[in-house]
């Protein structure tokens, strides 16, 4: 077979961002997102009503001013990495890679077909999600399976479901934490905070949790971070349904009461800074942390474009595709 027609390409995946910080983009945005049964498993009949008539209505124009809050000049934060990572990437690998959003723009299929026109008979998909959840990484193979059970003729598939443990990626993320602790001093308390999922999703077989706990421990190893000074938890909770223990907001009020005073908080699930780390964990839970008598809260960033998690993405492209 001819080089021409044996070319493989990567397609990088985020969860995905509204169009624009207006309540309609928001709208559109939340609605194809908490459309997936991944995400919520609700009964659609009972699930739909309350969605259109009670959420969408009431959420969006307040998470369209969240959003407004955080808004780069290029468009959300979200986005502007996730196309930083993209480009970067290709650039290293010397490969078409492309970007996909489960949600939003640029869609899934968007990316698998930019990839199908520069020839790419093999695709490697590259979900940015650390450790697994049916609410994420699932939901990323859910979206490239319909997308190719249209097509007649489909390329050859590899799909990355985790890296939580990856040496690499416990590299890059220990190496954020130095280099943040040697412009601005260590701190009392270390926290890594997960977004959360629903606890009946870990109970019915969601590896998520155990991910977690395996990227704190190893983090914390390499860190040589005496655990009685680090923790973790998880953010983002949604609805009246038991979510996965502990909050990240009770915690941070709860450390900041037992006389920590200065509390450093990460984000490892998160492979770019979002609407969830530099709103809620920099803005609302920086709050929370002063207003229950903590003095100084920091948010260390996100990988993002770093060229550590660049090259850390190279790497398992070039694992996960030997032999292509």
């Given at each position: 077979m001819s080089e021409k027609n044996n070319k493989y390409g990567v397609l990088l995946v985020n969860l995905g961002t509204p169009d624009e910080a207006s309540p309609a983009?928001?709208?559109?945005?939340?609605?194809?997102?908490?459309?997936?049964?991944?995400?919520v498993d609700m009964t659609r009949w009972l699930w739909c009503p309350i969605l259109h008539g009670i959420i969408l209505p009431i959420r969006s124009p307040k998470v369209a001013k969240l959003y407004q809050s955080v808004w780069m000049e290029d468009g959300s934060p979200l986005m502007?990495?996730?196309?930083?990572?993209?480009?970067?990437?290709?650039?290293t690998l010397k490969l078409p890679v492309e970007l996909g959003m489960t949600y939003g723009n640029p869609s899934i299929f968007s990316g698998l077909d930019r990839l199908k026109q520069q020839g790419c008979n093999k695709v490697l998909v590259l979900p940015l999600y650390p450790q697994y959840s049916r609410t994420t990484t699932a939901a990323v193979f859910d979206k490239v399976a319909k997308v190719l059970k249209?097509?007649?003729?489909?390329?050859?598939?590899?799909?990355?479901?985790?890296?939580?443990?990856?040496?690499?990626?416990?590299?890059?993320l220990a190496e954020s934490v130095t280099d943040f602790w040697e412009t601005h001093g260590k701190p009392d308390y270390l926290l890594c905070s997960y977004h959360g999922?629903?606890?009946?999703?870990a109970d019915n077989g969601d590896p998520y949790p155990q991910h977690c706990n395996g990227t704190t421990a190893l983090l914390a190893e390499k860190l040589d971070m005496p655990?009685?000074?680090?923790?973790?938890s998880y953010q983002?909770?949604?609805g009246r349904e038991e979510w996965l223990k502990?909050?990240?907001?009770?915690?941070?009020a709860e450390l900041a009461k037992k006389g920590v005073k200065r509390l450093d908080v990460m984000c490892p699930a998160f492979s770019v800074d979002c609407l969830e780390t530099l709103e809620e964990i920099a803005e609302q839970c920086k709050e929370t942390f002063i207003e229950a008598g903590g003095q100084e809260?920091?948010?260390?960033?996100?990988?993002n474009d770093n060229p550590t998690h660049i090259k850390m993405m190279a790497e398992l492209v070039s694992q996960h595709s030997q032999g292509w």
């Open positions: 983009a928001v709208k559109r945005f939340l609605s194809e997102f908490l459309h997936d049964k991944r995400v502007v990495y996730s196309r930083r990572q993209q480009q970067q990437l290709a650039e249209k097509q007649a003729d489909i390329p050859e598939l590899r799909f990355i479901n985790q890296y939580f443990d990856h040496p690499e990626y416990i590299g890059a999922i629903p606890k009946r999703y655990r009685e000074q680090m923790s973790m983002s909770i949604f502990p909050y990240t907001e009770q915690t941070i809260f920091n948010l260390i960033p996100c990988l």
